[in-house]
């Protein structure tokens, strides 16, 4: 960060200089004061350091767009604000400058001060977002109200700027008097309340600012998302990679996964499926104390940005119950940890897939002549790579082929193969996308995102990763009645398995009641019973149900391949992308480059049931 010494006419000038050619600056001035901003905004917030505030300060260094007031030579700051006001009202029309403070110890209300005739829709959408306030945080009871005053600094100081210099040179001031109801008598932070009630604040006075951009100034802004910062701090880049590598000491998916599961179909079928022999899980490589020790250890409280605050936090909590759940493998404790998890079956869901089975029929393909091995998918895995590899020739990805999986899959962006594995070619089409148009491209995609989560997967992105892997096989007509059956199943044993349902009593559910073949209800079964009870597979028609239902309200397809991600994280997502922090798609499946694919989309906004998604 540069340092400016003094706020003399000479430092002053050489601030508006590196504004006017950058258009950015970060530097520190006198005082222990601090001048950011990142773009040319018409707005500057404002905050004058003090003694014994705690927490105020932390309401406005987030901003793109800031300014800290050093405790010596206020009058250098005061002219300052004049300089860079007229410099850049000059080209946006109008400049805001927006001090917040906080009110006394005893006061309920927050205080708008402004000009409200000048300002109409600006303060009126604060105070709208700040009555709302109330219902928002229970047992508070605050009043709002906009003071049309020219004293619009905290009682007892002096003016930023007196009005007569506001408007020669193209300011507006406006204060915010906070009470400090975040903090006890002592000035310390009631820490969780403090963050929730700054992340409101924040996103209440963006809302506001982007009225003010709207109608008083020339400023191009698309929304108020857009008015976060573009370069996070440090802290954030920090904290990102130590969860980041927390999850990549270990491999989640594969520790959970039984080293024996040929032995144990084998004594299942050869005799009669009646005997189950023990999971026999890997040896884990970390000690989960110690992991959890680091996890807790991170200081996600001191990160001010809502979004990312928001993003770590549930990521901390999801790699606190993963890691718990491996010292609970092949207990009853690992069942009711991944019900908490994977959010459980709802009974709409439950509904949705015995919909599915009563009008489904399985499907027996008795002809082996075309049926392709590990080794033809792997070649055809390996052209699909040279399609990405033409968009972005950094692009690469390894390929296992393994006698000790189950099930392929993708893990750290790298696809493993069961070296037993056998399909037709309508099924390997459709696994191609599945496995590597959305698992492994989006892995890549989110690797080239500046934040590390972006290609593990934020909290709870696996509903939408794995609604998206069976909408490209449906996308690619590879999406047949069997797989969609296959679906369907494992909600049900999903539902069994939470009703007390075992592994032999689950496979004949799926076996005699709905109609499986041995082998694809042992396939379910074997799953949905490693650890001691394993939900994730239920996300997978979960998923579809929601992306679903997103493209059906008129959601984008496209934006969704950009990373691993959650539904709910939509949101954020547009967020940080239109300040810039993240960048659109870089690497696109096939199927998204043919006109077949709208074709369907189409259909899917217009209602296409889920039965009706079959390929013929």
């Excluded at 928002?136 to 007569?164: A, H, S, V």
């Excluded at 026999?280 to 940005?305: F, G, M, Q, S, T």
């Excluded at 008795?366 to 399609?387: G, I, V, Y």
């Excluded at 379910?524 to 597979?537: L, N, P, V, Y």
Aim: aromatic residues 10%; hydrophobic residues 35%; negative net charge.
């Amino acid at each position: 960060m540069q340092e400016i010494p003094d706020l003399s006419e000479n430092s002053i000038d050489q601030i508006l200089t590196v504004l006017d050619e950058k258009k950015e600056i970060n530097c520190r001035l006198p005082g222990k004061g601090i001048l950011h901003i990142e773009k040319e905004l018409p707005y500057l917030v404002i905050y004058r350091r003090k003694k014994e505030d705690r927490g105020t300060r932390r309401f406005v260094t987030n901003e793109s767009s800031y300014l800290v007031i050093g405790t010596e030579d206020f009058q250098g700051y005061q002219k300052l604000l004049y300089r860079i006001s007229d410099q850049i009202s000059a080209n946006m029309e109008s400049y805001l400058l927006f001090e917040i403070y906080a009110g006394t110890r005893d006061s309920t209300e927050i205080k708008i001060k402004g000009p409200a005739q000048k300002l109409p829709s600006t303060l009126e959408t604060l105070k709208e977002d700040f009555l709302k306030i109330n219902s928002e945080f229970t047992g508070l009871y605050l009043n709002t109200e906009i003071i049309d005053t020219p004293n619009r600094q905290q009682e007892g100081k002096t003016p930023l700027m007196e009005i007569e210099d506001a408007k020669s040179c193209g300011a507006v001031v406006v204060g915010l008097e906070v009470p400090p109801i975040y903090r006890n008598e002592n000035n310390q932070l009631y820490p969780v309340f403090f963050r929730n009630f700054k992340d409101y604040l924040i996103r209440a006075i963006h809302r506001s600012f982007f009225e003010f951009i709207r109608v008083q100034t020339a400023g191009g802004v698309a929304s108020f998302n857009a008015l976060g910062r573009k370069y996070l701090k440090q802290i954030v880049f920090d904290i990102d990679k130590q969860l980041a590598d927390i999850e990549r000491s270990y491999q989640f998916l594969w520790l959970v996964s039984p080293a024996n599961i040929q032995n144990i179909k084998q004594e299942f079928f050869d005799s009669n499926y009646e005997n189950v022999i023990d999971y026999h899980y890997r040896l884990l490589p970390v000690d989960p104390d110690v992991l959890k020790r680091k996890l807790y250890n991170l200081k996600i409280e001191d990160i001010d940005d809502p979004a990312m605050s928001f993003l770590f936090r549930e990521k901390r909590e999801e790699l606190d119950m993963q890691i718990t759940m491996l010292n609970e493998r092949g207990s009853r404790n690992f069942m009711y940890d991944s019900i908490r998890l994977y959010k459980g079956v709802d009974k709409k869901l439950c509904e949705e897939a015995r919909n599915i089975l009563d009008k489904i029929q399985e499907e027996d393909h008795t002809d082996t002549k075309d049926l392709l091995d590990s080794k033809a998918f792997s070649s055809m895995a390996r052209k699909e790579f040279d399609f990405y590899r033409e968009q972005d020739r950094n692009f690469k990805c390894k390929v296992h082929i393994r006698d000790d999986v189950n099930v392929m899959m993708v893990s750290h962006g790298e696809l493993y193969i069961p070296a037993d594995y056998k399909m037709n070619r309508v099924e390997a089409e459709a696994l191609i996308q599945h496995e590597v148009g959305t698992h492994v491209l989006t892995y890549y995609n989110g690797s080239n995102q500046p934040l590390n989560q972006l290609s593990i997967g934020l909290a709870d992105y696996d509903p939408l990763q794995e609604g998206l892997a069976v909408m490209s096989e449906f996308m690619v007509d590879g999406l047949t009645a069997n797989r969609l059956r296959i679906l369907a199943g494992r909600v049900i044993a999903g539902e069994a398995l939470m009703e007390g349902g075992n592994f032999q009593e689950i496979f004949r559910l799926l076996k005699l009641t709905y109609g499986f073949s041995a082998e694809r209800a042992f396939n379910i079964t074997s799953r949905i019973m490693q650890g001691g009870g394993f939900m994730k597979d239920i996300i997978y028609l979960k998923g579809l149900v929601l992306l679903k239902e997103h493209l059906k309200n008129g959601g984008e397809y496209e934006p969704l391949l950009a990373g691993k991600y959650g539904i709910k994280h939509t949101g954020i997502i547009k967020e940080l992308t239109d300040r810039k922090v993240l960048n659109s798609v870089q690497v696109k499946p096939s199927y998204l480059h043919s006109e077949k694919m709208y074709e369907k989309l189409e259909l899917i906004r217009q209602g296409l049931s889920l039965p009706q998604m079959v390929c013929k």
